[in-house]
């Protein structure tokens, strides 16, 4: 079956980073597009970055050239690197591929 475990949330004073990991398990990994997404509380969920089986990268405007998201082929697992955060990206995180969604994990940027 599908599985995508997110990790590496948690408390973050402003101006620091995180790196979020998605490991993924019953899925053509190589061959898949992965994306990050995010959750506020009480608001839509919103696109943050994708990455495509080329290793081609897009970013949402309010992330642009303070995140980058990788993937590692090896390890089945896709990452979102997230330098200067903001209060404004505390959310809950999800990993997506091809309609499957992870559990989430929680980013919390506070002083």
């Known amino acids: 079956q599908v599985r995508l475990v997110e990790s590496g949330g948690g408390l973050v004073q402003p101006g620091g980073s995180l790196r979020l990991s998605c490991a993924s398990s019953g899925i053509a990994f190589s061959m898949s597009a992965m994306a990050w997404y995010l959750q506020a509380p009480e608001k839509e969920r919103e696109w943050v970055a994708l990455?495509?089986?080329?290793?081609?990268?897009t970013y949402g405007d309010s992330v642009k050239g303070r995140f980058t998201i990788s993937r590692d082929n090896l390890k089945n697992t896709v990452y979102l690197q997230m330098n200067n955060l903001k209060p404004e990206d505390t959310a809950v995180y999800y990993c997506y591929t091809g309609k499957f969604w992870g559990q989430g994990t929680l980013v919390t940027v506070s002083s």
């Open positions: 990455i495509t089986s080329a290793d081609y990268t």
